[in-house]
């Protein structure tokens, strides 16, 4: 799949660059706001080669890629001029803004601020994950080696005002750099000083409440908006002429002030409100937000509001050195929805969804659900809810018994080293947690059932062209020589679950692929790795040549035609050096799909092991 095409396919589609009012990314998603939602075709989105699935919630539109989401961040980004926001005059009208409520723009708030953050939280966590191993294999926790490992894991909680004020700066549309800087302003070493010493602070004879704003996160957010309404100001206010040096004068000499004497102290008393409201929830009923969290974590994901506790969360871990109201609950959530999707897995009859179960079972456990919960628990209904009794029943036990995360990661058994800590029967608890979520899920999802759904592998063995009179078939040739293997073989699940079609792969033994059919070269890609053909009987092919190898952007190999040239059959298409690209590392099997395969009524593979080009591979009914 190529993810840069995707970037310039989404573009007229979402209505342009200029319709883009901000652009985020989180793990598998692209997360856009627009100026003008009405320009923006969601159906033709969702049939979009290389988009899952489309989920428009929280104040934001999220176009689920996978994992290579980046990519199309990227071309998505440099076609933007290189930022993910507007400016304040390319925003959307008021009246667009007052069609979302006031807990609609607080979760995009919290999204669009967070979403920058995450990869430093998820790595410091790891490393604090690490480091609970270091410690209980020997590490000595008063050596310098520690020492450094533990700075380089904190460094990003504690200086976790100046990363959000780069998302919120996006959120609020204003600048970036001066947003930071007003962070820095509240982790200055002489604001710090102050507080430590105590002694009472005014600005201009105003008294000045001295706190501590490393590790916070409501502060931040409400300084970078107040800042906004400030540069808005600057910008209208300022003389052309003069704008350059005195915009950012006006903006830092009002900004941080401000924040200090009144945002600041208020945004503190907020954290320990949020703080001490989940700690009296944990000591009253310490079962309640596990089991919530554990039970309704799907529909969380699925209504784009799941990052509603993060900052719960994250003040917790910055204040406690843990947090009780995300990790316990997300962890049985994310067990329980791989333990239904494996149930899928070993009770279905159906191949492909058999194949799809298994791997995105197997993700979900360790951590990513995305995969399973889109394309199984959703689909099927059914076994969604055995996840949410499975993670509901597994949060109930997490909150009962104390579980806490120590490390900002998400919950799966890769990231089990997250709840080594002080406590060591913490450890215990979450691999018990872990077991209770994923046997309830199973077992829900066994009993519950799902309606199976039609199996085309199995049809197309049971029907060949030749059985039907009357009906048109179609023969694709091997357009390369090589052994024969069926996608399922291959290592990539765009390939392999069928996503961007059926057909066959082949191990190439020369390096050069050959027309399959007479038609029309519809596409060759600039990184000549791959090439889609229209066939004169109307079937659309694609033949990807290795796996991964748009990374080579182009090396190694040789394109012989161009796109809307005419084909026959045995024409060169592509050359390329098979020992050249294995050398650097990337696989060169080659699938040949069929990317209108619902326009067909089956798709048999005749051909196994050894294949000569113009052997007959595909038979298209």
């Known amino acids: ?40 075709d969601k159906a033709a989105i969702e ?15 999220q176009v689920v890629v996978g994992n290579d989401v980046p990519v199309t961040y990227r071309v998505l980004i440099n076609e933007m001029g290189g930022t993910a926001a507007k400016s304040s005059s390319g925003s959307s009208s008021d009246d667009e803004k007052e069609k979302t409520g006031i807990i609609t723009n607080i979760i995009s708030a919290i999204s669009t601020t967070f979403t920058p953050v995450i990869p430093a939280l998820i790595g410091g966590g790891m490393i604090k994950a690490v480091l609970s191993l270091l410690v209980l294999c020997g590490l000595d926790d008063s050596s310098s080696t520690y020492a450094v490992l533990n700075l380089i894991s904190d460094a990003a909680f504690y200086f976790m005002p100046v990363l959000l004020a780069y998302g919120a700066a996006i959120k609020f549309e204003c600048n970036p750099v001066l947003a930071m800087t007003l962070a820095c302003a509240l982790l200055h070493p002489t604001w710090s000083g102050m507080v430590s010493a105590g002694e009472g602070v005014d600005f201009f004879y105003i008294p000045v409440h001295l706190v501590d704003y490393s590790y916070s996160v409501i502060p931040i957010i409400l300084s970078v908006w107040l800042m906004s309404y400030v540069e808005k100001f600057a910008e209208k206010y300022t003389p052309s002429i003069i704008k350059f ?5 006006i903006i830092l000499f009002i900004s941080v002030p401000i924040a200090l004497v009144i945002v600041g102290p208020l945004g503190s008393f907020l954290n320990s409100v949020i703080e001490a409201g989940a700690n009296i929830i944990n000591a009253k009923a310490s079962w309640l937000l596990p089991m919530l969290m554990g039970a309704l974590q799907p529909f969380l994901v699925l209504t784009g509001t799941a990052w509603a506790m993060t900052p719960i969360a994250t003040v917790q871990i910055s204040s406690l050195g843990y947090e ?75 909150g009962i018994s104390g579980l806490v995360r120590y490390a900002f990661v998400s919950p799966g058994l890769a990231a089990l080293p997250a709840f080594i800590g002080a406590n060591p029967m913490n450890i215990v608890h979450a691999v018990i947690t872990c077991i209770i979520s994923f046997a309830a899920a199973f077992a829900a999802a066994w009993v519950l059932g799902f309606d199976e759904p039609a199996d085309p592998d199995q049809a197309k063995k049971e029907t060949k062209p030749s059985e039907k009179p009357g009906s048109k078939a179609a023969a694709v040739s091997a357009p390369v020589s090589g052994i024969c293997i069926p996608l399922s073989e291959v290592n990539d699940a765009v390939f392999s679950q069928k996503i961007l079609g059926d057909g066959a792969a082949i191990i190439p033994s020369e390096g050069k692929v050959y027309a399959p059919v007479n038609g029309t070269v519809s ?99």
């Open 324 to 398: 009780i109201v995300n990790g316990p609950g997300m962890l049985a959530s994310n067990i329980a929805q791989g333990g239904a999707t494996l149930a899928v897995a070993l009770k279905t009859k159906n191949s492909q969804l058999k194949q799809l179960a298994s791997s995105s079972g197997f993700t979900a456990v360790m951590g990513i659900t995305e995969p399973c919960l889109y394309g199984v628990l959703l689909r099927l209904k059914k076994p969604l809810i055995a996840s949410m009794i499975g993670g509901g029943i597994g949060g109930i036990y997490a």
């Open 1 to 40: 799949m190529d993810y840069k095409k995707l970037g310039y396919d989404l573009l007229p589609l979402v209505g342009g660059v200029d319709n883009i009012s901000k652009l985020t990314h989180c793990a598998t998603r692209l997360r856009f706001e627009f100026c003008d939602r009405s320009k923006v």
């Open 47 to 61: 049939n979009t080669l290389g988009v899952i699935s489309v989920v428009e919630k929280g104040g934001q539109f």
């Open 245 to 249: 040096f005195l915009k950012p004068l």
């Open 523 to 621: 596409t060759v890609f600039d990184t000549k790795h791959a090439i889609g053909l229209l066939s004169e009987d109307g079937v659309e092919l694609l033949i990807h040549i290795g796996i991964d190898t748009v990374n080579l952007e182009g090396k190694y190999f040789t394109a012989h035609v161009e796109s809307g040239q005419k084909i026959k059959k045995g024409d060169l298409l592509v050359s390329f050096d098979q020992e050249m690209i294995r050398k650097a590392g990337y696989d060169t099997v080659t699938p040949v799909l069929i990317t209108n395969t619902a326009e067909f009524h089956s798709i048999h593979t005749d051909a196994s092991g050894n294949v000569k080009a113009g052997d007959v591979l595909l038979t298209v009914r």
